[in-house]
């Protein structure tokens, strides 16, 4: 009932605005904003072994997929380490080169999930070390993993993932400036730069979700629509796809996320008056890039509606719906980003009707592959 969900109609929305407060969470005992330092006991613990490895893996399926997407690009920027992405259904049957110098990283919510299990146990087997990301605490693939850290996001019920994966990008947050720290990949000065903007990002979350009026009233303007194309660029690619994601679970509207500038190699030849295309277009080094993209579908009639930073003025104008968010480094941009996103698609399978906390056909965990 209502008091379960704190008030709230539906799980989802409770934990979408869960997510400054759970964020905290996360952060607690490992984020120290007073000196700007992050630790992470897993790093400390199995400095060698991480430190030493010639490759991460990250594996996983569904929206911790996309955060493995983040992960990678925080990883390879900042920390200077080889990252590859795996869907772990793929993975766990394509016979992949896996050695002891690896580390196999396992994120999953659910930490139950039968092909990101099959995958560690295969990595496994062939030397790699594994480290797992979970929320549930002592679930299967936690339990399978030589290290690892949780998200401590608290239960998620919604079918539809939302707090777990900005957990999940906190947590792969914290272990990349953790690593980068010890690897002396990055400055002092930056460190302590991106520990306080990490710090900051609850907050931030807070000032976005007070805009969740406006949301939800563009978002009955949607529900005629057959499809949707996301666009983003950089660090908002995978938040392109996740915000597709999103919306094909509950509202059952088909949805494709693309990254934006290879619109013009496909996608864009749906676009037409009747097509919603959303753009995540915060204000970073590729703006000017998505800018010129947003103007091809706007000469084509798309409805646009973009996710901008606070005060924006060039993407605006060429947008029929701007969502602000607040400014911040671009490897924390997903972190803010996603959220209108969830807002959205909650919005619109609330106005059409959706079994918004159990999609049809969707299960909350996936124990068989
Ligand atoms: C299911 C859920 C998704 C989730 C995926 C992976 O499909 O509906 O929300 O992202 O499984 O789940 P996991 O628990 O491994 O993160």
Redesign the pocket.
Known sequence: GMIEKGGYPHFMIKEIFDQPRVLRDCMRGRVNKEVKEILLSAVIDHKDKLLNAKRFILT??????HAALIGKQMLESIAKIPVEVEYASEFRYRDPVITDQDVVFA???????AD?LAAIELAKSRGAYIYGI???IGSS?SRASDTGTYIHVGPEIG???TK??TG?VAVLAMLTLCLAKEKGTITDERYKYLVDQLASVPDMIEKILKTSGGIEKIAPTFTYARNFIYLGRGFNYPVALEGALKLK?ISYIHAEGYPAAEMKHGPIALVDEEMPVVFIAPHNSLYEKVLSNIQEVKARKGRILSIVSDGDKDVTAFSDYIIEVPHVDPIFEPLLTVVPLQLISYYIAVAKGREVDQPRN?????TVE
Request: aromatic share 6%.
């Open positions: 996983a399926c569904g929206t911790s997929w994120i999953s919510q659910s930490g139950e999930t990101t979970c929320n549930a693939i079918v539809a993932s777990a994966f999940q679970e969707l299960a909350k965990s996936v």
